[in-house]
Antibody
Framework: QVQLVQSGSELKKPGASVKVSCKAS????????MNWVRQAPGQGLEWLGW????????TYAQGFTGRFVFSLDTSVSTAYLQISSLKAEDTAVYYC????????????WGQGTLVTVSS | SDELTQPPSVSVSPGQTARITCSGD??????AYWYQQKSGQAPVLVIY???KRPSGIPERFSGSSSGTLATLTISGAQVEDEADYYC?????????FGGGTKLTVL
């Protein structure tokens, strides 16, 4: 069965960097684009962008260029989100979500990774 | 990027019909999707491609779209339907979520 398993919670200081991983299993990793979504505490869902897992080409939503970097390691079917120069407002749950919907309407999301930025 | 606008909150009594709207200029050309998110949980897709219901989603959930307005309808809302609902679509830049609607059923 399809699974997306994300890395555990992170506590970082302002100015530091963090790298969140999303390990896929149960399907051909390079066949589906991977989205990244975040949700700040008490706030709505926000699309950060996506990465073409076949070509490695990333697309970033407005406001998420520069400090946010998507990458891949196809040898281990894993997508990564790296955020540099962390700010308090980056505190959020970060989700990976596979692009596409199955024939039964199923979509696949990771369980979410809480990144807390605090001094 | 295009925006999707939702009402912040909708409140109904159990058994009533809840309607949550999503307005966006791209909707005449793009599908609307609806996610349900309960407190502390990952989002769950309840409607895709305007009006299709994923396997396992109760029949009381339905969707429609006309022009710039997409609507999620919960016919006979149950207490367990109380959650945040987000519409989602594509725009010229990629994807976009609406701001979310808190559905209260009591």
């Amino acid at each position: 069965q399809v699974q997306l398993v994300q890395s555990g919670s992170e506590l970082k200081k302002p100015g530091a960097s963090v790298k969140v991983s999303c390990k896929a299993s149960g399907y051909t990793f390079t066949s589906y684009t991977m989205n990244w979504v975040r949700q700040a505490p008490g706030q709505g869902l926000e699309w950060l962008g996506w990465i073409n897992t076949n070509t490695g080409n990333p697309t970033y939503a407005q406001g998420f260029t520069g400090r946010f970097v998507f990458s891949l390691d196809t040898s281990v079917s894993t997508a990564y989100l790296q955020i540099s120069s962390l700010k308090a407002e980056d505190t959020a749950v970060y989700y990976c979500a596979r692009e596409g919907i199955s024939a039964t309407g199923t979509v696949y999301w990771g369980q979410g990774t809480l990144v807390t930025v605090s001094s | 990027s295009d925006e999707l606008t939702q009402p912040p909150s909708v409140s109904v009594s159990p058994g009533q019909t809840a309607r949550i709207t999503c307005s966006g200029d791209a909707l005449p050309k793009k599908y609307a999707y609806w996610y349900q998110q309960k407190s502390g949980q990952a989002p769950v897709l309840v409607i895709y491609e305007d009006n299709k219901r994923p396997s396992g989603i109760p029949e009381r959930f339905s969707g429609s779209s006309s022009g710039t307005l997409a609507t999620l309808t919960i016919s006979g809302a149950q207490v367990e339907d109380e959650a945040d609902y987000y519409c989602y679509s594509t725009d010229s830049s990629g994807k976009v979520f609406g701001g979310g609607t808190k559905l209260t059923v009591l």
